[in-house]
Antibody, heavy 120, light 107 residues
């Protein structure tokens, strides 16, 4: 069955960096677009970024553009989200999610998320 | 940027029908997806492409989309349907957009 397991969250100070990972299994990772979505405590879902199945296309929410970089290693079935210049408003649970075969489809499977807390 | 507006909350008695709206400019021209999220859990896709159900989602959950409003309908509501529900679309200018979310309470 499809499994997505996020890791790398933690507590960091404002301005610092962190890298999230998402290990995928149970499906052919290299044929699906992959997303990051976040949810601040008590708030709604906010889409963060998507990368196409082959890594050739990537798109970001305006709120993270220039600070976050989505990447993937299809040989390891792993998605990454290096984050820099972190701000208090980046505090959230970060989910990785499997998209469709293109970057515009629905998010069919989600991981349980990893918590990032940005605080001094 | 493209905005999707949902009512903050909907209350419904067991066995009745819950309707959750998602408003957006000409949303009828887009494909709408719906997610259910229970407390402390990851979201689950319950409707995609306006009215298609992933495997395992009961037939009493359905969707529609026309004009400026998409609607998620849950018939014969059960206690287990209590959750937050989010609509979502892909927009050429805004990429992926989630609605503001609706908390469904089963009375």
């Amino acid at each position: 069955q499809v499994q997505l397991v996020e890791s790398g969250g933690g507590v960091v100070q404002p301005g610092m960096s962190l890298r999230l990972s998402c290990a995928a299994s149970g499906f052919r990772f290299s044929t699906y677009a992959m997303h990051w979505v976040r949810q601040a405590p008590g708030k709604g879902l906010e889409w963060v970024a998507v990368m196409s199945f082959d890594g050739s296309n990537k798109y970001y929410a305006d709120s993270v553009k220039g600070r976050f970089t989505i990447s993937r290693d299809n040989s390891k079935s792993t998605l990454y989200l290096p984050m820099s210049g972190l701000r208090a408003e980046d505090t959230a649970v970060y989910f990785c999610a499997r998209g469709g075969h293109d970057t515009s489809g629905p998010l069919g499977y989600w991981g349980r998320g990893t918590l990032v807390t940005v605080s001094s | 940027s493209y905005v999707l507006t949902q009512p903050p909350s909907v209350s419904v008695a067991p066995g009745q029908t819950a309707r959750i709206t998602c408003g957006g400019n000409n949303i009828g021209s887009k494909s709408v997806h719906w997610y259910q999220q229970k407390p402390g859990q990851a979201p689950v896709l319950v409707i995609y492409n306006d009215n298609d159900r992933p495997s395992g989602i009961p037939e009493r959950i359905s969707g529609s989309n026309s004009g400026n409003t998409a609607t998620l309908t849950i018939s014969r509501v059960e206690a287990g349907d209590e959750a937050d529900y989010y609509c979502q679309v892909w927009d050429t200018n805004s990429d992926h957009v989630f609605g503001t979310g609706t908390k469904v309470t089963v009375l």
